[in-house]
């Protein structure tokens, strides 16, 4: 069983539509907790970062930390076609080693 | 600010050839960087931890003389494809972490090197 868990996808929604991407974790050591964007051929971008448990809110983006059913979600409002690209999840213990989720490929249709 | 730079972007090469990848941290100092490799399709798989001066740490099943990687300052990494097939062909990403400062917990990713053995 790997360590993170998350739905490949792909995901194909309509622009405006609510997007809820999420991943299950096995290792209760993990205490941080981020999202990470990846456009085709890039590296991969830092969008949430959360410590613990708890909600975490930047613009479109909310992120949600679960950690008594070791579960986080990110959700993006009013979907736009730029928004288009491979979600990860990753999450580290105070180790400070990442682990990586397998990503989530979506797609917003305009 | 935080900003992760690799060099080169792609590169192709012959089977039995050596490549190099430089990952540099353009305005921070970077203690550790780390070197990751995705397959098409697939999650980012940690290959190594490197140190600003000392060996690197590998991952288990991450041949050490086959990726040689070298932290010699506080701005740059480099890993090294040694005698390179075609199942090397991959996507090469690195991370860089700061020294010190306000972000001293996150990574920044550079954009990636994408590596063709013919």
């Known amino acids: 069983q790997k360590e993170v868990e998350q739905d490949p996808g792909p995901l194909s929604v309509p622009e405006g539509a609510i997007v809820s991407l999420n991943c299950t974790y096995s290792n209760s050591a993990f205490q941080y907790f981020m999202w990470y964007r990846q456009y085709s051929r890039k590296g991969p971008e830092l969008l949430m970062y959360t410590y613990s448990s708890g909600n975490k809110e930047d613009g479109r983006f909310t992120a949600q930390v679960d950690k008594s059913s070791k579960y986080i979600s990110l959700f993006i409002r009013d979907s736009q076609p730029s928004d288009s690209a491979t979600y990860l999840c990753?999450?580290?213990?105070?180790?400070?080693?990442?682990?990586f989720g397998s990503g989530t490929q979506l797609t917003v249709l305009p | 600010g935080a900003v992760v730079s690799q060099h080169p972007s792609w590169v192709i090469c012959k089977s039995g050839t050596s490549v190099k990848i430089e990952c540099r941290s353009l305005?921070?100092?970077?203690?550790?960087m780390f070197w990751y490799r995705q397959f098409p399709k697939q999650s980012l798989m940690l290959m190594a931890t490197?140190?600003?001066?000392?060996?690197?740490?590998?991952e288990q099943g991450v041949e050490k003389d086959k990726f040689l990687i070298n932290h010699a300052s506080l701005t740059l990494s480099t890993l090294t494809v040694t005698s390179a097939h075609p199942e090397d062909s991959s996507f090469y990403i690195c991370?860089?972490?700061?020294?010190?400062?306000?972000?001293?917990?996150?990574?920044?990713f550079g954009p990636g090197t994408r590596l063709t053995v013919l």
């Open positions: 305005d921070f100092q970077a203690t550790t």
């Open positions: 990753a999450m580290r213990s105070s180790a400070r080693q990442l682990t």
């Open positions: 490197s140190n600003e001066g000392s060996k690197a740490t590998y």
């Open positions: 991370s860089a972490r700061e020294a010190s400062g306000p972000s001293y917990n996150e990574q920044f």
